[in-house]
C-alpha cells in the first residue's frame, strides 16, 4: 500500500491539504542523483516522505508518511528536514500528530549527516510531547534502523500492522555480520507486542476507527464538573470475616477488571497484551483517562503473576499519563508478582520500586481500585494513589495467607488465623490510611460492579476539579501517614 492509499483510507475525503515545500538539495554523487531521478518518475512524489494536515473523523491531525517505492523509504537531510517542519507545526498549530512510518532506515547514500538526522526529529519529537499533544505513530512493513529506533517508536500509542517486520537491524546485514540468518520471528510485529513493546497490532482496515477512537479519547475536553447527585455509598456492614474475603476474591465467577471498565466507560479501548496487565483509554464521565488494571483469572484461563514486562509498562502509561495531562486509573486484583529465575534476572523487584517512585512523583491525579486480591508487591505497586476504593471483600498483604502461614508455621493450615491476625481487609485498610472508600458488596456482582463505577466517575470529578498544589500536597501527607498511626518518639 502506498503512502496515498493509506492516507485515503484514513482521512475523510478531499480534507488532506499538503505541507510539503520543493526539495532543493542536490547532491554530488551522478549515481545518486540518478536513483533520486528514477524513484521521483516511479512514485510521482519528490522524496520519501509526505506531510500535511487532514481531518479524521471530522477531528483536525498533523501527518507525516513514509513511501518505500522510493528509495525504501530511506530518511536523508532533505527527508529528515521536512519530517521536522512538519513535526515543529503541528506543535504550533496544536495538533496531534500521526506518523505512518515504512523504512529501511538512515540513507546510506547520505553517509553520517542522514544518521545524525535521528537526532534532529526526535528533538522536534520530544517538544511536541512535551506540548502535551497527542503522538501517534503506525509501523507498517518493514520500519527498520534509524527510524525504528527513534521517531517511529516515541508514540504516546505504538500500533503496528500485522506481520509487520519491526527491528534495528536489517536481516541481510545481520547475515553478512554474524554468518547465519536472522531468525524470523524476532522482528515480526507479533513478537514485540507479546514483549510490552507495543500497545496494538491494528490492521489497515481497522486502523481508522481505532484512530479515531484514541483521539475521541486524547482531544476530550471534560464539561465543567457539577455537583454529583448520586446519593452517598451505603455504609458498610459489620466487617467482613477476612478468610472468607480472600475465598470470595478467588471465585470465577468474581468482577473482572474488564468487566468493570467496560461498564465505567463510556468508551474504552483496550491496548494489546494477553498478560496480567490490561492497558487502554478511556472517557469515563466525559473525562479521559489512561488505564492500567490487573485481570484476573476467569473460568477460562489461568491466573498470570505480574512480571517485569507489566510493571514496566505500567510505568509507560503513567508517564504518558503525566505528559498529556490525563487522570491515571490503576486497578488491583492479583496473585502476586512473577516468582522465577527468570523474574529475578529480569529484574521484577527492581520494576515494583520504580513504578512506587512513579506513581508517588505523578503531578496528575491518580485513583486506584483495590477490586480483588492484593497479594505482595505486584499488587502494592499500582496503589500509590490520591484515593483508593475498595470492593468490601478485597484485599491486600504481603504474601497471600498460604505463604504467610508457611513462614510462620512452617506450614500452609494457618493460613486462615494469618489472614485474620494480619489486617489484610478493605475495612482494616482504612485504619492504616490505604482505603478512603470501601464499597459493599452483595451476592449480585452487578451490584458491586455498578456501585464501583458510581464511586470510579465521582471520585474522578473530585480530584480532576482539586488544585494541583492542593492536591499533591494531600497526597505527600497521606504518604506519610500510610501504615497507620505510630507513637512518637522519645525525647532525646
Do not use: K
Not at 470475616?241 to 466507560?265: C, I, Q
Amino acid at each position: 500500500m502506498t503512502a496515498r492509499q493509506l492516507l485515503d483510507r484514513l482521512v475523510d475525503p478531499g480534507s488532506l491539504h499538503s505541507w510539503d515545500e520543493p526539495i532543493t538539495a542536490e547532491y554530488a554523487d551522478p549515481g545518486y542523483r540518478d536513483a533520486l531521478a528514477r524513484a521521483r518518475e516511479r512514485t510521482g512524489l519528490d522524496e520519501a516522505v509526505t506531510t500535511g494536515r487532514a481531518l479524521l473523523d471530522g477531528r483536525p491531525i498533523a501527518l507525516v508518511a513514509c513511501e518505500f517505492a522510493f528509495l525504501g523509504g530511506s530518511i536523508g537531510v532533505a527527508t529528515a528536514e521536512r519530517i521536522t517542519r512538519a513535526v515543529e507545526r503541528a506543535t504550533a498549530e496544536r495538533l496531534p500528530l500521526l506518523a505512518l512510518p515504512v523504512s529501511g532506515g538512515t540513507r546510506m547514500q547520505e553517509g553520517s549527516a542522514a544518521f545524525l538526522c535521528m537526532v534532529r526529529v526526535t528533538a522536534a519529537v520530544h517538544a511536541h510531547r512535551t506540548a502535551g499533544l497527542p503522538y501517534l505513530t503506525y509501523l507498517r512493513n518493514p520500519t527498520m534502523g534509524g527510524v525504528f529506533a527513534s521517531w517511529g517508536t516515541l508514540g504516546h500509542l505504538v500500533l503496528a500492522e500485522p506481520g509487520a517486520r519491526l527491528g534495528f537491524l536489517g536481516p541481510r546485514v545481520y547475515e553478512e555480520l554474524r554468518g547465519e540468518p536472522l531468525p524470523p520471528a524476532v522482528q515480526r510485529a507479533e513478537t514485540l507486542a507479546a514483549n510490552g513493546r507495543l500497545d496494538a497490532i491494528v490492521p489497515p482496515e481497522r486502523l481508522r476507527t481505532f484512530l479515531s477512537r484514541a483521539l475521541t479519547v486524547l482531544t476530550a475536553r471534560p464539561a465543567p464538573a457539577v455537583s454529583a447527585a448520586t446519593p452517598p455509598p451505603s455504609p458498610v456492614p459489620t466487617p467482613p470475616d477476612a478468610w472468607e474475603s480472600v475465598l470470595l476474591s478467588r471465585r470465577p465467577d468474581r468482577l473482572s477488571a474488564l468487566e468493570l471498565l467496560h461498564h465505567t466507560a463510556e468508551l474504552f479501548l483496550p491496548l494489546d497484551g494477553d498478560s496480567a496487565l490490561v492497558r487502554g483509554l478511556a472517557l469515563i464521565g466525559g473525562q479521559p483517562v489512561m488505564v492500567v488494571a490487573q485481570q484476573r483469572q476467569g473460568p477460562d484461563r489461568p491466573a498470570l503473576p505480574v512480571t517485569a514486562a507489566d510493571l514496566r509498562a505500567v510505568r509507560r502509561q503513567a508517564e504518558i499519563a503525566e505528559e498529556l495531562g490525563l487522570p491515571l486509573l490503576t486497578v488491583v486484583d492479583t496473585t502476586g508478582a512473577e516468582l522465577s529465575v527468570e523474574a529475578e534476572l529480569d529484574g521484577v523487584a527492581l520494576e515494583i520500586a520504580h513504578c512506587l517512585t512513579t506513581l508517588v512523583g505523578l503531578r496528575t491525579p491518580v485513583l486506584a481500585v483495590l477490586l480483588g486480591q492484593g497479594s505482595g508487591g505486584g499488587a502494592l505497586a499500582l496503589l500509590p494513589a490520591d484515593r483508593v476504593l475498595a470492593a468490601e471483600h478485597s484485599w491486600l498483604a504481603p504474601l497471600p495467607p498460604e505463604g504467610a502461614s508457611a513462614i510462620v508455621h512452617r506450614d500452609g493450615d494457618h493460613a486462615p488465623q494469618l489472614a485474620r491476625a494480619q489486617g489484610i481487609t478493605a475495612t482494616a485498610l482504612t485504619a492504616t490510611g490505604l482505603v478512603d472508600q470501601v464499597v459493599p458488596e452483595t451476592d449480585d456482582p452487578a451490584d458491586l460492579r455498578d456501585r464501583l463505577a458510581t464511586a470510579i466517575t465521582t471520585t474522578l470529578a473530585e480530584l480532576t476539579r482539586l488544585p494541583t498544589p492542593e492536591r499533591l500536597a494531600a497526597r505527600a501527607t497521606r504518604n506519610r501517614r500510610l501504615g497507620g498511626p505510630t507513637s512518637p518518639l522519645p525525647p532525646r
